[in-house]
């Protein structure tokens, strides 16, 4: 009985604001077309609104579908036809999680008009989410033993043969007994240094791997990446297998506008070539030709494709000025199929221009 007087009372309470805002003739209306959540704390989970509507039309009315600005946001609906007067709802779901700061979300309310066809409406939903304090699991989200990181890969980011250059990254020890780094067992290349602070990480507290990173001892170009093993006194999991990433660029210091035009320079005549259509399981090969535009001996430092199956071939590294040098890429098809993309990049001493790009593609059958 409660129930239906409730029903009752939001039908009048629709018909009287649908009346007194002179909106009789139209289809369907809303209460209201826009709701603020207002604050939205990000710990406390999905928050819903309910936006009530009415069938003004003279036929039958339902919603068809309703589509989110964004998969935060997560609609439901009135599913049954609603006759002339009949109220309904759409339902706005919206997740706060890891979604910091205001938002401005919108739906699209597609229905059906009896034989007439079919209609949309937009609704809209805003608010502001404070977010959560961050655990130390969201900071450092990797798990090794007792050691928390935030990545499996130490990122040097790009760095230049000027000097070595030096980073910090934290760690966590997240057990309940002190863990030891074991320097003197962990395998690490000779253009890295590391460093522990403290080397005995207590419970539950914060430390730090510093990393001195020699780019000239590395002797390489580009992307480079280096496997390191590091050890602990855990009785499980105390190998921690990590990566050393960077990107290298050749340093080349300040000159002059007349040392600048006396300068070797590199001018591909392509910096692209499409094979075509090629069959599964054959290599295709192409020809580049590099001319040195400079006034000095051009050296070509380093030719680095992005894959294994390119392979870039050069007669010589170094190039006089005004020669030109062919040079052969070839891309091997075996076990790849569709479009095919690949790059080999060139390194050399034009200070103008230290590292270029060439690209080869293939439709592969």
């Not at 603020?36 to 609104?49: I, N």
């Not at 660029?249 to 075509?276: N, V, W």
């Not at 080999?344 to 790009?357: E, G, H, I, R």
Request: with cysteine.
């Amino acid at each position: 009985m409660k129930k239906r007087n409730l029903r009752v009372g939001v039908m009048v309470v629709l018909c009287a604001y649908f009346t007194i805002t002179s909106l009789a003739g139209q289809n369907i209306r809303f209460l209201k077309e826009k709701h603020d959540f207002g604050e939205v704390h990000e710990e406390a989970g999905p928050v819903k609104h309910e936006f009530l509507f009415v069938n003004t039309g003279s036929e039958s009315l339902a919603i068809e579908n309703v589509e989110a600005s964004c998969g935060c946001t997560t609609p439901a609906w009135t599913d049954t036809a609603l006759m002339p007067g009949d109220t309904g709802f759409v339902v706005a779901e919206y997740n706060p999680l890891n979604r910091p700061g205001k938002f401005e979300k919108s739906l699209n309310v597609s229905y059906l008009i009896g034989r007439a066809g079919s209609a949309t409406a937009t609704l809209y939903i805003e608010g502001m989410v404070s977010p959560r304090a961050k655990t130390m699991e969201d900071e450092l989200p990797l798990l090794m033993g007792q050691i928390r990181m935030k990545y499996k890969a130490l990122n040097m980011g790009r760095v230049t043969t000027e000097k070595v250059v030096t980073e910090s990254f934290k760690v966590y020890n997240e057990g309940d007994s002190a863990v030891r780094w074991l320097e003197e067992k962990s395998s690490i290349p000779g253009h890295v240094e590391l460093r522990f602070d403290p080397v005995v990480l207590e419970p539950k507290t914060l430390g730090e791997i510093t990393l001195t990173f020699d780019p000239v001892k590395k002797a390489d170009l580009g992307f480079v990446s280096d496997n390191i093993r590091l050890y602990t006194d855990e009785a499980e999991d105390e190998i921690k297998e990590l990566h050393v990433i960077a990107t290298i660029s050749e340093y080349f210091p300040p000159r002059t506008e007349e040392e600048m035009k006396k300068a070797p320079k590199l001018t591909f005549d392509k910096t692209q070539h499409d094979f075509g259509n090629v069959n599964e399981g054959t290599t295709v090969v192409t020809d580049f030709n590099i001319t040195n535009n400079g006034k000095e001996d051009l050296e070509i430092r380093s030719v680095k494709p992005n894959c294994g199956c390119t392979v870039a071939k050069l007669k010589k590294k170094t190039i006089s000025p005004g020669e030109t040098m062919t040079f052969e890429v070839s891309f091997d098809t075996s076990g790849r199929q569709g479009r095919q993309y690949k790059t080999v990049t060139v390194f050399s001493n034009d200070p103008s221009a230290p590292s270029q790009m060439i690209s080869i593609k293939a439709d592969v059958n």
